[in-house]
């Protein structure tokens, strides 16, 4: 459908929505390209009527530009092949994200006035609308599933400024729609309360890692060897699955 005007994401998937007749609905975003195969795998797992929602895996298809986008690559590939893969093993990943996700057009049916009314600081929101819908899903009882096999090409910052704004953009939907899937997690397996509350306090630890590091250095003129030690030994320990 062609809109008379730039609404946002939201309000586009919403008009959309409303003009689709099957059952099945993706989401893919205008700088991602899927592969051939991605509508039928992710259609084969919906298959399940308790499944409401599933996203592909993704990866950045200008992995080659800069280191920068060498890395997110490689971030990406952690995302999902770690967190959403053990996230869809209990049934809930957490973020169906953007690039490539598929929602149960029945399921989506009772959700939209929530989704469009959504308010952040008495506004309608702007931003996190892949987290948000996701949460909606899982509050109403469906499934949430990754498809590892089910592959998309995005395209990812190139230059630190855009980088550092995207995850400034995704940390405020993380951190805000997180106190909407707290009451989520208790009918949910621990393993995912365990996870969701490490996705908000390890950046935080980090930062206060760094921070008494630099502070330790400072005053004592030493350098602080184990803290440089356990950040490199967690690098180290997450990458090497790569």
Not at 33 to 44: C, N, R
Not at 104 to 127: C, H, N, P, W
Request: net charge neutral; hydrophobic share 45%; glycine share 6%.
């Amino acid at each position: 459908i062609l809109l008379p005007e730039n609404v946002g994401k939201r309000k586009a998937q919403i008009a959309a929505i409303g003009q689709s007749s099957g059952d099945l609905v993706l989401n893919v975003d205008s700088d991602s390209t899927i592969a051939f195969d991605v509508v039928s795998k992710l259609a084969s797992k919906m298959r399940d009527p308790e499944v409401g929602a599933v996203m592909g895996q993704l990866t950045a298809s200008n992995s080659g530009d800069t280191w920068l986008t060498k890395l997110i690559d490689m971030e990406y590939w952690l995302a999902c092949n770690e967190e959403r893969a053990a996230q869809s093993r209990f049934g809930a990943v957490m973020c169906c994200c953007g690039p490539c996700a598929m929602y149960r057009r029945s399921a989506l049916a009772s959700l939209l006035d929530q989704y469009e009314t959504q308010l952040f600081r008495g506004k309608l929101s702007d931003f996190g609308e892949d987290r948000h819908l996701t949460i909606l899903m899982l509050k109403a009882g469906f499934r949430t599933e990754y498809v590892p096999n089910a592959i998309v090409a995005t395209v990812v910052p190139d230059t630190l400024k855009s980088y550092l704004r995207q995850q400034l953009r995704w940390a405020r939907s993380t951190f805000r729609d997180t106190f909407l899937a707290l009451p989520l997690l208790r009918g949910l397996n621990p393993f995912l309360t365990f996870d969701v509350v490490g996705q908000n306090i390890g950046p935080l630890l980090l930062a206060l890692s760094v921070v008494t590091g630099l502070a330790h250095f400072i005053t004592t003129a030493t350098v602080p060897w184990w803290t440089i030690l356990i950040i490199a030994s967690i690098t180290i320990i997450r990458c090497s699955v790569v």
